[in-house]
């Protein structure tokens, strides 16, 4: 285990035991017996993950002398984080106080959360792809009712994380994984601005612990897609890393910026391509396009030299705020009750924008070339997904330019969580931008 990780995790307030390595299945016996001692097992797995390392779990705790409940493999192909399925697991935990072993990645990881708290209990996973975040993240991406909510529930007690297994996972699961990394690129230069405009202090442990190392394990995007075991270990364990912070600090702000806000956005759209639902980590990816975009746009302007008055005089008051948002939302109506109560958590009165404008003309300077540093350029970005097999095109995922430039439109009402597309909002420069961006010779010109 890697020094980072043992100092992130003298931090976390969930997890407490981490194993990464080859050949690191069998250690799971040991561990369970260490987090849970003297409790019975239950091993949660889909028919894949039973196949390449469920049953290695359930042989290695049986031979440990772990007394185990018949396992719990979800049979349905087309198995995903959603509420009947959160109603399947419920019955077999109502029915027994053993404890579950979670071998999966994000499905299977986020509905053993979420049923364990909902049943009083901890639980420990067994990670087989790198594919994102939320393995040491606290809460799970559940659908229920059409919608994909988040539920507050405790992140694993141990994770056991075996790179060989998760090379061996389809290309995509890795690529997932790695647009979900690089998005914490981007998502860091919106918490110095967050913190710059005083809108969300800057935690300098939870941005390290993601931060440093993240460049080293994004360095070599192939590797990641020709399965290298060396380089799905890095990525893993920035993943990882990722969830800790979060814990550290219960809040996802370490990790996402204005690139999961599209992510949240399609969510709430019922995003499907070729008639399959997205991954999380591809749209995340073509978020942190969007995301990159903009801040190079940031970078180009004379932000010292902004009329802070005019940008105040041209502010709404809450009541045409909400009326914008009600327009721009139309018949549905949950998507704009969602945009209102998250915009309300932001808003500021004239007398507010302006300290926020005020502090950020001031710190711009030093400002400007932190977050030259932080990012990586718009082309290089795209690059590496492309290398990584992750989609590089909003088409790619099934948004059409037109729908890119309207989620644009719709971002700064998507989450409470400054970003820098609130600046292009509150400095008068959204149409501009994306007039840049769509129009002739843009990046994503619409013909």
């Known amino acids: 285990m890697?020094?980072?990780?043992?100092i992130a995790l003298s931090r976390t307030t969930d997890t407490k035991a981490l194993v990464i390595g080859e050949n690191t299945l069998p250690q799971c016996a040991a561990m369970f017996g260490r987090l849970f001692p003297g409790r019975r097992a239950v091993v949660v797995a889909d028919r894949n993950t039973w196949r390449v390392a469920g049953v290695e779990v359930h042989r290695a705790l049986a031979g440990a002398g772990i007394a185990q409940d018949e396992p719990h493999v979800f049979t349905d192909p087309d198995l995903y984080a959603e509420w009947r399925y959160v109603e399947e697991l419920d019955v077999c935990l109502a029915a027994t106080d053993a404890v579950p072993v979670a071998v999966g990645s994000g499905v299977i990881n986020d509905l053993a959360k979420l049923c364990s708290y909902r049943n009083g209990r901890r639980y420990m996973t067994v990670g087989t792809a790198a594919s994102m975040d939320g393995y040491t993240a606290y809460g799970a991406s559940i659908t229920r009712d059409g919608n994909k909510q988040t539920f507050d529930c405790p992140a694993p007690l141990g994770v056991v994380f075996d790179p060989a297994v998760a090379a061996l996972a389809p290309v995509k699961m890795s690529a997932a994984g790695y647009a979900d990394l690089i998005a914490k690129i981007p998502a860091a230069a919106d918490w110095m601005l967050a913190d710059a405009v005083g809108a969300e202090p800057l935690d300098a442990f939870a941005f390290s612990t993601v931060q440093q190392g993240l460049r080293d394990a994004l360095c070599d995007p192939k590797g990641v897609r020709d399965g290298s075991v060396a380089r799905v270990e890095q990525l893993a364990e920035g993943l990882l890393l990722s969830g800790f912070a979060m814990q550290a600090i219960r809040s996802s702000r370490p990790a996402s910026g204005a690139e999961h806000q599209f992510s949240h956005l399609w969510d709430?759209?019922?995003?499907?391509?070729?008639g399959d639902a997205v991954s999380h980590g591809f749209k995340v990816g073509i978020g942190t396009l969007a995301s990159t975009a903009f801040l190079e746009m940031l970078l180009e302007e004379r932000v010292e030299r902004l009329d802070v008055g005019a940008c105040?005089?041209?502010w709404k008051s809450w009541e045409e705020t909400a009326c914008d948002i009600r327009r721009l939302f139309g018949d549905d109506t949950q998507l704009a009750a969602r945009a209102l109560t998250e915009t309300a958590g932001k808003y500021v009165d004239r007398e507010g924008l302006r300290r926020q404008l005020e502090a950020l003309k001031a710190g711009w300077p030093e400002l400007r070339e932190r977050i030259r540093r932080q990012i990586i350029p718009f082309g290089e970005v795209r690059r590496r997904l492309q290398l990584v097999g992750a989609p590089f095109e909003p088409e790619q995922i099934g948004v059409s330019r037109r729908r890119f430039r309207a989620s644009f439109e719709k971002i700064p009402y998507m989450r409470s969580r400054y970003s820098v597309v609130d600046v292009a909002f509150?400095?008068?420069?959204?149409?501009?931008?994306?007039?840049?961006?769509?129009?002739?010779?843009g990046i994503w010109e619409i013909v």
Not at 2 to 6: I, L, T, W, Y
Not at 268 to 274: G, Q, R, S, V
């Open 312 to 314: 105040v005089d041209g």
């Open 426 to 441: 509150r400095c008068g420069w959204m149409e501009r931008w994306l007039d840049r961006l769509f129009g002739r010779g």
């Open 2 to 6: 890697s020094s980072k990780v043992e």
């Open 268 to 274: 709430m759209e019922h995003l499907k391509f070729e």
